[in-house]
């Protein structure tokens, strides 16, 4: 016969088993809830690395589903699931950490590219600006050969809209006294084309206009002299004015012949009866005239 004691001791023992066993069940299954919460939230930080986001929130997941409805897995088969679920992620981690680095990378060299476009915009805008102060001081000295090439160098540093509208506004004013050194020498053809130029520059500058209205009456082209005063009269320019009224003058014509009669109107009867109701003629062929230029 058994023991009765020793019966007792075995049964206390497999009590104590089972215990353990539902214990350690239990911390298992806690611990997978709190690695799946973990990867879930984890998840969307590695959104950089798409393929390791997706596997992050399917091994969260899975380990959530695997404890929610409860599937009867060993001990033994729920630490495999737990480490394969951990496993499957290192590659993917390995990659994750290979592209946020490349990253960090790309930044640190767009960073670094930015700082020094700032650095190059910042030595480019000195270096425009003391150019323009040179020319400032040639132009002021009288030497304008020397203002223009300094305005040429000033013309490849300029890049904004803003920079390069204020350059060709100092080179017209450069250029004009240049124009006049052409035309004291008797070049004026040349002076033409520098005006021509400018003209390209700036369409309404009205002292471009006038001066080379001025140049084409020295080269006997009144009709383009003509064109340049009208236009610069009409933007204002009030010596371009007289100009275009020098060159071209108001002339007077007798454009028909009436009757005038004697109350200061006019008749075309040229026979008895004519400003009968006038007072009576006052002058036979009373010539009219109109005004007219020669270029319009």
């Given amino acids: 016969m058994q023991n009765p004691a020793s019966n007792g001791t075995r049964l206390l023992k497999q009590n104590n088993v089972g215990k353990t066993q539902i214990i350690n069940n239990y911390l298992l299954g806690e611990i997978s809830i709190i690695i799946g919460v973990l990867l879930l939230v984890f998840s969307p930080f590695t959104i950089i ?163 080379r209205a001025n140049c084409f009456v020295k080269v006997k082209h009144i009709e383009e002299a003509v064109k340049d005063a009208k236009r610069a009269m009409i933007l204002g320019h009030i010596q371009a004015g007289k100009l275009y009224d020098k060159i071209n003058p108001l002339k007077k014509r007798i454009a028909y012949y009436c009757t005038l009669c004697e109350d200061g109107t006019y008749s075309e009867a040229t026979g008895q009866g004519a400003c009968s109701h006038h007072g009576g003629v006052a002058r036979w062929n009373y010539p009219v005239y109109e005004t007219s230029r020669k270029y319009e």
Wanted: aromatic share 4%; net charge positive; glycine share 2%.
């Fill in 49 to 211: 690395y798409p393929p390791f986001s997706l596997v992050l929130a399917i091994s969260g997941l899975s380990l959530l589903l695997v404890r929610g409805f409860k599937f009867t897995l060993t001990k033994k088969a729920q630490s495999i699931a737990l480490i394969v679920l951990l496993l499957l992620n290192v590659p993917f981690a390995i990659a994750f950490g290979k592209e946020r680095s490349r990253l960090e990378q790309v930044n640190q060299t767009q960073l670094q590219n930015q700082q020094q476009a700032r650095l190059d915009e910042k030595q480019r805008s000195n270096e425009l600006a003391n150019c323009l102060q040179r020319v400032d001081s040639l132009y002021r000295k009288g030497e304008i050969d020397l203002a223009l090439l300094e305005l040429d160098k000033a013309d490849l540093l300029a890049e904004k809209d803003a920079e390069k509208a204020d350059v060709n506004q100092i080179r017209i004013e450069v250029s004009l006294v240049k124009a006049k050194q052409l035309v004291k020498r008797h070049q004026c053809n040349m002076a033409i084309d520098l005006l021509t130029s400018l003209h390209i520059l700036d369409t309404s500058n009205t002292n471009v206009l006038y001066q």
